[in-house]
């Protein structure tokens, strides 16, 4: 399941990215869960949390350090060892217990898969997480809508083709996504479709997909909805007229049955 982090610069979409990771966190039982930690030397790590491990006599917790990297692209070899370089500076650190998580939201080339697949034959503590995977826990997260029945309400409401319905993520919401192919886009509450969102999100699809125009689906169909009406109207009107139907007359008598 794709999933687009909204924002309306590329530091914001970092940010909404890393909040998003620490809310899921926090959900599996993760504690102290802090984003933007500079370490010692300098070394900045995207998030930090800390997980308690149960013992017959002291418990201890395990450290997790993630980059959190909301490119378009997939990463590289670059990103890659630079996480896995932070990753060895807190596991070198005394009565360390580290483990690496890596969030790649266009995922990762073949380089970098060959080499993590690699490692994870003798190494644990280190995950890669691609942005399918996180719109799968984002979908159980916020009950979101599943993708058929959202294709459904938008056929419901207008006419225009569908050429991408994406989950999308945007400060502490869910959202349905939907471009239409004369790249007009509209935006649906991922649980709650029927309701109204936020329009701050609006210019945040606008700086990642550069789309035309928001489309008010809510708004389309019921001016499709008056639209069958007036036209029912009319047509009751031309066959119970005892006389001539003038058009503005006609418009007149449908106003008064609306209303």
């Known amino acids: 399941m794709r999933l687009r982090i909204l924002g309306t610069t590329t530091d914001e979409r970092g940010s909404e990215l890393e909040r998003l990771t620490g809310r899921l966190l926090s959900r599996l039982g993760y504690r102290q869960v802090t984003t933007n930690v500079v370490g010692a030397g300098?070394?900045?790590l995207d998030i930090t949390a800390e997980f308690p491990?149960?013992?017959?006599?002291?418990?201890?917790?395990m450290m997790v350090i993630g980059e959190c990297k909301a490119h378009e692209s997939p990463l590289g070899m670059t990103d890659w060892l630079k996480f896995l370089g932070k990753v060895a500076t807190e596991h070198w650190k005394?009565?360390?217990?580290?483990?690496g998580l890596l969030i790649a939201?266009?995922?990762?080339?073949?380089?970098?898969f060959g080499a993590y697949t690699d490692l994870r034959k003798s190494v644990s503590n280190v995950e890669l997480?691609?942005?399918?995977?996180?719109?799968?826990?984002v979908a159980k997260e916020f009950a979101v809508v599943p993708a058929d029945d959202i294709a459904a309400f938008v056929s419901r409401s207008t006419p225009m083709t569908v050429v991408e319905l994406s989950l999308a993520y945007y400060k502490e919401h869910a959202y349905w996504l939907v471009v239409f192919s004369d790249d007009?886009?509209?935006l649906l509450d991922a649980a709650r479709p029927d309701k109204a969102v936020a329009q701050a999100a609006i210019p945040a699809v606008q700086y990642v997909k550069s789309l035309k125009a928001f489309?008010?689906?809510?708004?389309?169909?019921q001016s499709?909805?008056?639209?069958?009406?007036?036209?029912?109207?009319?047509?009751?009107l031309l066959l119970i007229s005892s006389g001539p139907l003038t058009l503005s007359k006609a418009c007149e008598d449908i106003a008064k049955i609306d209303s």
Do not use: M, Y
């Not at 997480?129 to 719109?135: H, K, Y």
């Open 215 to 221: 489309r008010d689906l809510t708004a389309e169909a």
């Open 224 to 236: 499709r909805q008056r639209q069958a009406f007036a036209a029912k109207c009319l047509l009751a």
């Open 105 to 112: 939201l266009s995922g990762v080339n073949g380089n970098v």
């Open 94 to 99: 005394p009565q360390a217990h580290v483990s």
């Open 184 to 186: 007009t886009f509209t």
């Open 129 to 137: 997480i691609s942005g399918d995977t996180l719109g799968e826990l």
């Open 53 to 61: 491990v149960p013992g017959l006599g002291a418990s201890r917790s």
């Open 42 to 44: 300098g070394n900045e």
